[in-house]
């Protein structure tokens, strides 16, 4: 039931800037906030990112995120080795009430 | 300090009924939309299902319409998920979850440690 997309992995090397994309449809990125989890193995999702771009308290500004149209993405800056992690959007739909997920998005620190 | 401990997983049988418990604490439970979000082994997030804060409005994944039902005790802080004709594909960790703010509806900023179930003969 997934309709948010994300890629199924990115990569990249600390210090470098890396970016998550998350498309949707007019039942729900367009019309509704994107929140973002991070997801370390073994641990409940943290959010990281809601309402399209403001951080949680305690969420390094590191992370970043925007939404334009029927897709948004997140950002993370300055990579480091333990933003190793599985990374999820997340947007409420019209059509189902509820939530969608995107399918996550492995992030890799060579 | 929010605190969210979901209990009730355990192994059943297809075509079987379990419901499972998410005790709140630390914040104003009845003021707070609840999410239940199921995650299958090495998969990915699946919300499964929702309930306002008065229980008057509720909406569930497609794949659970019919077979669960959330409800909610404001009095015991308590959310419920109850699931009958479980299938093998309703093997997951399921999660309780609330949001961030009371004024949010799905920007799930808790989350309970989560409470495995295995649907299997």
């Known amino acids: 039931q997934s309709v948010l997309t994300q890629p199924p992995s990115v990569s990249g090397t600390p210090g470098q800037r890396v970016s998550i994309s998350c498309s949707g449809n007019?039942?729900?990125?367009?019309?509704?906030?994107v929140h973002w989890y991070q997801q370390l193995p073994g641990s409940a999702p943290k959010l990281l990112i809601y309402?399209?771009?403001q951080r949680p308290s305690g969420v390094p500004d590191r992370f970043s995120a925007s939404k334009s149209g029927t897709s948004a993405s997140l950002a993370i800056s300055g990579l480091q080795s333990d933003d190793e992690s599985v990374y999820y959007c997340?947007?409420?739909?019209?059509?189902?009430?509820?939530?969608?997920f995107g399918g996550g998005t492995k992030l890799t620190v060579l | 300090e929010v605190h969210l401990v979901e209990s009730g997983g355990t192994l059943v049988q297809p075509g079987g009924s379990l419901r499972l418990s998410c005790a709140a604490s630390?914040?104003?439970?009845?003021?707070?939309?609840m999410h239940w979000v199921r995650q299958a082994p090495g998969k990915g997030l699946v919300w499964v299902s929702r309930i306002n804060r008065d229980e008057t409005d509720t909406a569930y994944a497609d794949s659970v319409k019919g077979r669960f039902t959330v409800s909610r005790d404001n009095v015991k802080n308590t959310l419920y998920l109850q699931m009958d004709g479980l299938r093998a594909d309703d093997t997951a960790v399921y999660y309780c979850?609330?949001?961030?703010?009371?004024?949010?509806?799905?920007?799930?900023?808790?989350w309970g440690q989560g409470t495995p179930v295995t649907v299997s003969p």
């Open positions: 997340s947007s409420w739909d019209d059509t189902l009430s509820g939530v969608l």
């Open positions: 979850a609330t949001t961030l703010t009371s004024r949010l509806r799905n920007a799930l900023g808790y």
């Open positions: 007019t039942s729900n990125i367009a019309t509704s906030s």
């Open positions: 309402n399209n771009y």
């Open positions: 630390g914040f104003a439970f009845s003021t707070y939309w």
